[in-house]
């Protein structure tokens, strides 16, 4: 029988990482909803600076308007048929990702999208407001969270990996940020659903946590 599980969380909690693993451990489908935020982003940012234009909701209503994401299921993402994969991993298309995901035509977009990739199978999402409002129904949610100093560290950890340049304070302000405007926005804010599970992954390693969801998915 097709389920659903709900991952959500602040930045740098490790919802992605667990997520994949889980996803290939169960045999269901992984959706990063913030990877959608992201390519979002990454196409304001492209048209703003072609059409010298701020980023008013009017504006970002009709980048959206026609946008194309697609995930596939090696993780690759693809905006308007064109990979972005890479592209949509860099601090400053994070915290447009932030910037766009207030407006309510961005997440009714999104969200539509994200209903419609959900139907197709078992899977697990993550993101911000999957438990809360993407799939309510889900049949387990998680909220997964972490001091501000550890995920500031994994994000660092990551970013060096992928030979981005990163400064640690700054990337821990970046991080406290965009909680809180994640946090406080007034459309479909990071919030933990009343039926979710809180997971505090601070000194748990990544196998802890995963089996610790295969538990609660059992
Ligand atoms: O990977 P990280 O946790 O840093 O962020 P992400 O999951 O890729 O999401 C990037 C941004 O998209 C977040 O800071 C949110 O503002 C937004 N987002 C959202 O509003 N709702 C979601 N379901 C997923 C992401």
Not at 13 to 41: C, E, F, N, Q, W
Not at 61 to 74: G, R
Not at 87 to 96: D, L
Not at 151 to 174: G, H, S, T, V, W
Request: hydrophobic share 40%; glycine share 6%.
């Amino acid at each position: 029988m097709k389920k659903i599980i709900a991952v959500d969380g602040p930045a740098g909690a490790g919802k992605s990482t667990v997520s994949k693993i889980v996803a290939a451990r169960l045999g269901y489908t992984y959706i990063d909803t913030g990877a959608m935020y992201r390519a979002v982003a990454l196409k304001c940012n492209a048209q703003c600076v072609m059409r010298n234009a701020q980023w008013t909701e009017e504006f970002v209503a009709e980048v959206v308007q026609d946008i194309e994401i697609k995930l596939d299921t090696s993780e690759k993402v693809f905006l308007d048929g064109r990979e972005v994969t890479k592209e949509i991993r860099t601090p400053e298309v994070s915290r447009g990702a932030s910037d766009v995901a207030k407006f309510g035509v961005v997440r009714k977009k999104l969200t539509e999208l994200q209903r419609e990739m959900a139907v197709q199978g078992s899977v697990i999402m993550d993101g911000r407001d999957i438990g809360t409002q993407v799939l309510p129904n889900a049949d387990l949610k998680i909220f997964l969270t972490a001091s501000v100093e550890e995920r500031a560290r994994r994000r660092f950890e990551e970013l060096k990996e992928k030979n981005f340049a990163a400064d640690f304070e700054q990337i821990k302000k970046e991080i406290s940020l965009r909680d809180k405007q994640d946090s406080e926005r007034e459309i479909a804010p990071l919030a933990k659903a009343e039926d979710a599970v809180l997971l505090d992954s601070t000194s748990l390693t990544i196998e802890q946590v995963v089996t610790e969801i295969l538990r609660l998915a059992r």
